[in-house]
């Protein structure tokens, strides 16, 4: 079946990065756009970065433009984001989307703070 399975997530203080990682399986992984969402407490999902199927574009939100960066391997049916120069406001539930057949993973927390 369908898996999309996030790690790297934990506590970081300001200022500092974080790795997530997001296995995928059950489906053509290379064939598919994907995203990370996140959501705050309190607070709706909201767009983070996408990736084109084959890596070549990338979109991020306004937010997170300059300090995230999205990657993929399709040779690890892996999706990747690097989060540097973390903030409080990051914090938040991070998933892994793929938005064509929408599929989600289970998410991962992040926490920024001092």
């Known amino acids: 079946q369908v898996q999309l399975v996030e790690s790297g997530g934990g506590l970081v203080q300001p200022g500092g990065s974080l790795s997530l990682s997001c296995a995928a399986s059950g489906f053509t992984f290379r064939s598919y756009v994907m995203r990370w969402v996140r959501q705050a407490p309190g607070k709706e999902r909201e767009f983070v970065s996408s990736i084109s199927s084959y890596g070549g574009t990338t979109n991020y939100a306004d937010s997170v433009k300059g300090r995230f960066t999205i990657s993929r391997d399709n040779s690890k049916n892996t999706l990747y984001l690097q989060m540097n120069s973390l903030k409080p406001e990051d914090t938040a539930v991070y998933y892994c989307?793929?938005?064509?057949?929408?599929?989600w993973g289970q998410g991962t927390q992040v926490t920024v703070s001092s």
């Open positions: 989307n793929a938005p064509g057949p929408d599929y």
